[in-house]
Structures are given as C-alpha cells and as structure tokens.
C-alpha cells in the first residue's frame, strides 16, 4: 500500500509540474539600436577585416543588420592610413595589400580606427603587443575522454594533445589562444581560451613561466583521431583586451539556475561626439600571431606529457 501511494503522489506531482508549462512572453522594451564593430588588425599577411552591424533587441532571433556605406580607415602612429571598403554592401570592410610584402600590423605600433557612420564618427585605439612562439605540440592516446570533453556524440578514445610555449618576461602578457581541428576553428564560448603571461587570471606569478597545464591541456576540447590537424594559434592582446574577452566568456556561460544578472561587456570604441546619444558595442584589437600545426601520427604519440 505505501508504495502504491507513493507511485499516485509522484504521478500527481508530475502532473502538476506538467500543468506549470505555460508560455510566457516578456514584454522586452527597445532600446536604441548601436553599432556593433568585430575587427582584429594583425601581423599576418593578407587581407584585414572589420564587421559593423547593428545591435539586435534582446530577444530577436533575426540576422544582425549589416551597416553599409561607413568610412572605416585605420591609421597607424607613424601617421599611415589604410582604408577599409565594403565592396559587396555586407557590412564587410576590407583592406587589401598592394603586394604580399606590404604588411598592416606591427609589432609595437598602435593603431587607430576611425568609422563615420550616419553623421557620426567612432574611434577606437590598440597597441599590437608582441607574442612568443609555440615550441610544440605533443600528444598521447587516451582511451577515455578528455577531461574538456563534452556531448555524447564526441570521441570515447582517441589523442589529446597539449602544446608548449614559454610567456616572455615582463608582467602583463595578455594572449588568446586558439584551436583548429582539420582547419575548423573550435568557436563555442566554451573554447574562448585567454591568458595573463601564463595563467588564466591576472596575477603576477605567471609571468615568464611556460603556460600552465589547464591552458596547455586547453587546445584538446575534444579527443583527437589518427590524421586530424591540430593547429594552435597564440594571438597576443593587450589587457583591456583580455577584460572584454573575460567578461565575454563570462556572459555567454551565465545560464542555468543560478545564473546572475547579466552586466554590460566593455567596449573601447568611442563616439567623439560626448553629447550624443549614439553608442558602439563591441571591440577593435590588434594582435600579433605564432602557430603550429601537426597530424595526428600514433608513431609519433608520447607515453605521457611533460610537467
């Protein structure tokens, strides 16, 4: 009879949880639309590109509007102007080397953007900081899954892989790193991987030390297969960089039940009208980039990683 009983009370009980799923449609008010600037000016060849767009009310499920017909340029401190131009109307500005040589980012440098856009001028500034080389990349077969593994559908046994790269000597390195697997870079929030010198947070007990075992172990979000590439991007940023991607990661992961109020992300691109209105998110950086790639080759896996 108690467990005939106690069977009826948890019946009643779904039940009555199944009664509470109502829909309810929050009543969001708008606010004034900003523009929304992506743009990493780096040390690499080739193209560079800055995205604007407009920002979205909270709820929307639509495509950001692209912003179109701006004048973006980016001038360097040696007084160079490089100009930016969105060809296709996507939003999408580029500028466009004159020869492989002809190299935008610096080292040491500081940059500026400037973007005009409907009667209103943004600017933004960034020191491209420097970045040291990646050593290695090691790996070793596992026949469980890494411990950043997640989902039901990801390798059960394959290689994980950590690489090794030593921070430079000087407090306040700030870097991203950044992990591809067969030329697909890992882009979820939980592959948003930052570093000060060689830890995680900021503090001065990393600096000059090789990178810490977590960042290390960072670049495997999942086990690796006999013939994938790995490559690993260290991108240097300077430390308000770094806040931004913190406060990022941050937002993005605030879910669940105990989530807590969301707080604004930082922004470093300013209207240089002070009286107006008419706001930007988002952020323009600039970074300096090493990177290594190998093929998973079981002749060439490690016993065990080194400390």
Request: net charge negative.
């Amino acid at each position: 009879m108690k467990s005939f009983i106690k069977h009826i009370g948890s019946l009643l009980l779904g039940l009555s949880l199944m009664s509470c799923e109502d829909v309810i449609q929050l009543d969001v008010p708008e606010t004034e639309k900003y523009l929304v600037v992506e743009g990493t000016i780096t040390d690499q060849a080739g193209e560079q590109i800055i995205k604007l767009s407009e920002s979205q009310a909270l709820l929307s499920s639509d495509m950001p509007k692209a912003i179109t017909n701006a004048v973006v340029k980016v001038t360097d401190n040696t007084g160079k102007v490089y100009e930016f131009k969105d060809t296709q109307n996507q939003g999408i500005y580029k500028w466009t080397p004159s020869s492989a040589n002809d190299i935008m980012g610096k080292i040491g440098n500081t940059y500026t953007l400037q973007v005009t856009s409907a009667g209103e001028t943004f600017k933004a500034i960034s020191e491209l900081r420097r970045v040291p080389k990646i050593d290695s990349i090691v790996y070793k077969y596992e026949d469980s899954p890494s411990p950043n593994q997640t989902g039901d559908d990801k390798p059960k046994e394959g290689y994980e892989a950590n690489f090794y790269a030593n921070d430079f000597v000087g407090v306040g390195d700030c870097y991203r790193i950044k992990v591809y697997k067969n030329g697909k870079l890992f882009s979820g929030a939980e592959n948003i991987v930052i570093a000060y010198d060689a830890i995680a947070n900021k503090s001065k007990v990393g600096d000059g030390l090789m990178f810490i075992l977590p960042l290390r172990r960072a670049i495997s979000p999942e086990l690796y297969q006999e013939n994938d590439k790995v490559k690993v991007e260290l991108n240097s940023i300077t430390e308000a960089h770094f806040d931004f991607w913190t406060q990022l990661r941050t937002e993005l992961n605030n879910t669940g039940l105990f989530a807590t109020p969301s707080a604004r992300i930082p922004c470093n691109v300013i209207n240089t009208n002070p009286n107006s209105s008419k706001k930007a998110a988002g952020w323009f950086g600039t970074s300096a980039v090493t990177s290594l790639e190998v093929t998973i080759d079981k002749n060439k896996a490690v016993a065990e990683f080194n400390d």
